[in-house]
Nanobody, 120 residues
Framework: QVQLRESGLGLVKPSQTLSLSCTVS??????????WSWIRQPPGKGPEWMGV???????YLTPSLKRRASISRDTAKNQFSLQLDSVTPEDTAVYYC????????????WGQGTQVTVSS
């Protein structure tokens, strides 16, 4: 079974860059059956899909974040990462990495989530 674990700083100052990594075990990020996603949930709101990187390393981002966000990967470490520039307090959320099944078209596995707070 695939397991995911997020890591990164929990407190970021406004205008700085948020950086998170997701370490994957039990499956390879280069497998063709999966895509690797970042999802966040701000306090009091529903989950927001941020973007995904596929087995070829191509990333797709939600339009509202395209100018500020990027998703990359390190195949040697079996990790994928999120970078979000110019953060504001509205970026405060629990950030999750997740495995998206391309055949089932559903999220199959979730990381435990990590709280990121944007505050000075």
């Amino acid at each position: 079974q695939v397991q995911l674990r997020e890591s990164g700083l929990g407190l970021v100052k406004p205008s700085q860059t948020l950086s998170l990594s997701c370490t994957v075990s039990g499956g390879s990020i280069t497998t063709a059956y999966y895509a690797w996603s970042w999802i966040r949930q701000p306090p009091g709101k529903g989950p927001e899909w941020m973007g995904v990187i596929d087995s070829d390393g191509i990333n797709y981002l939600t339009p509202s974040l395209k100018r500020r966000a990027s998703i990359s990967r390190d195949t040697a470490k079996n990790q994928f990462s999120l970078q979000l520039d110019s953060v504001t307090p509205e970026d405060t959320a629990v950030y999750y990495c997740a495995t998206y099944g391309l055949e089932s078209r559903a999220v199959l596995y979730w990381g435990q989530g990590t709280q990121v707070t944007v505050s000075s």
